[in-house]
């Protein structure tokens, strides 16, 4: 049934038996160093607690917030803010990680 290539059929269970061993002693024994240290409460908050839902927003008369959009500088201004990358966004160089060459891969 099992060929001496694996070892018989109780070759895998002894090849997991010694660091099954060593993993339960060690997790006993740092059991029993610990037994007198009482645990931390841990507190239950939800994520949802802060949530707010939908609420209207009150409707400004459309001439007023035109006249505003103007006196900022149009809609140049909302298109040049939207074409700023956001400072979270930028990725953070590291000393000696250049990346690969543009060429990576490619064959002439």
Same mark, same amino acid.
Request: aromatic fraction near 10%; proline fraction near 11%.
């Given at each position: 049934?099992? $060929?001496?290539?694996? /070892?018989?059929?109780?070759?895998?269970? =002894?090849? #997991?038996?010694?660091?099954?061993?060593?993993?339960? &002693?060690?997790?006993?024994?740092?059991?029993?160093?610990?037994?007198?240290?009482?645990?931390?409460?841990?507190?239950?908050?939800?994520?949802? $607690?802060?949530?707010? /839902?939908?609420?209207?927003?009150?409707? =400004?008369? #459309?001439?007023?917030?035109?006249?505003?959009?103007? &006196?900022?500088?149009?809609?140049?201004?909302?298109?040049?803010?939207?074409?700023?990358?956001?400072?979270?966004?930028?990725?953070?160089?590291?000393?000696?990680?250049? /990346?690969?060459?543009?060429?990576?891969?490619?064959?002439?």
């Amino acid at each position: 049934m099992y $060929s001496s290539l694996y /070892g018989g059929p109780w070759s895998l269970p =002894a090849k #997991w038996a010694i660091p099954v061993g060593l993993a339960l &002693s060690a997790s006993v024994a740092l059991a029993q160093e610990n037994a007198g240290v009482v645990a931390p409460i841990l507190k239950y908050r939800s994520v949802f $607690s802060q949530y707010q /839902g939908f609420s209207e927003q009150p409707v =400004a008369p #459309w001439r007023e917030t035109n006249d505003t959009v103007e &006196s900022i500088g149009g809609w140049q201004v909302y298109a040049r803010e939207a074409q700023q990358p956001d400072p979270a966004d930028k990725p953070t160089a590291t000393p000696g990680n250049k /990346g690969m060459p543009s060429d990576h891969g490619s064959t002439p």
